[in-house]
């Protein structure tokens, strides 16, 4: 069965701290992406990769950054955590624009 | 993208056909609509999608109006199980593999 995997189900982090979210897809998939999901605000997209080392800025970046090293794995980075960054986060990929998504299982981030 | 309305919640009795439905009005001919679903506290799982003739795999199938200005998910033997936000999304096929997800229906299978 294919997979994206997060690292984290739940984490919970201080304000300041550097924030590090991992996930890994099995599907040898080129395309990845970061949402966040907030009540009423539905799914925004933070930054998606087409390929390793390549990364474009989604709908609400600021705050972000991600890392493509390796083709399967794709990570969110929260450089000084702050309180609005509380959030489900959803890593997601898929190998074309005709093709659905999958998505990993979430992290619930708390910044407190 | 088109803008979808889809109604904010739908209860179905388990064992029965759930019928959710979209309105797309202003899709353009390139834009395909994809269903997803979310169960609670997990991520969203694709379900199906299509262009212009309807679809089914093993999940469920997608009826597209011949105007393609909406469409009907069927979830043809509703269980517990496919309690779930639904989600409706219109995309053009070149729309950087950005997806979008509105308010979506709140289906509530009941025993």
């Known amino acids: 069965d294919v997979k994206v995997t997060q690292s984290s189900r739940y984490l919970v982090k201080r304000t300041g701290e550097k924030v590090f979210l991992e996930c890994v897809q099995d599907?040898?998939?080129?395309?990845m992406f970061w949402y966040r999901q907030d009540p009423g605000l539905g799914l925004r997209l933070i930054y998606f990769?087409?390929?390793?080392?390549?990364?474009e800025k989604g709908d609400i970046p600021e705050g972000y950054s991600v890392s493509r090293e390796k083709k399967e794995r794709f990570s969110l980075i929260l450089e000084s955590a702050s309180t609005n960054q509380t959030s489900m986060y959803l890593c997601?990929?898929?190998?074309?624009?005709?093709?659905?998504?999958?998505f990993g299982s979430g992290t619930r981030l708390t910044v407190v | 993208d088109a803008k979808t309305t889809q109604p904010p919640s739908m209860d179905c009795a388990e064992g029965r056909a759930a019928n959710l439905p979209c309105n797309h009005s202003?899709?353009?001919?390139?834009?395909?609509v994809y269903w997803y679903r979310q169960i609670h506290s997990q991520g969203p799982q694709y379900i199906i999608h299509?262009?212009?003739n309807n679809e089914t795999n093993e999940m469920a199938s997608l009826i597209i109006t011949e105007d393609r200005k909406s469409s009907t998910l069927i979830l043809p033997h509703a269980t517990l199980r496919d309690t779930a936000v639904y989600y409706c999304?219109?995309?053009?096929?070149?729309?950087?593999?950005?997806?979008?997800f509105g308010g979506g229906t709140r289906l509530m299978v009941k025993p």
């Open positions: 997601a990929s898929n190998s074309g624009e005709l093709y659905g998504y999958t």
């Open positions: 599907m040898d998939h080129e395309n």
């Open positions: 990769s087409y390929d390793v080392k390549m990364k």
């Open positions: 202003t899709i353009s001919g390139n834009e395909y």
């Open positions: 299509g262009l212009k």
């Open positions: 999304i219109v995309r053009v096929r070149d729309a950087g593999n950005m997806l979008t």
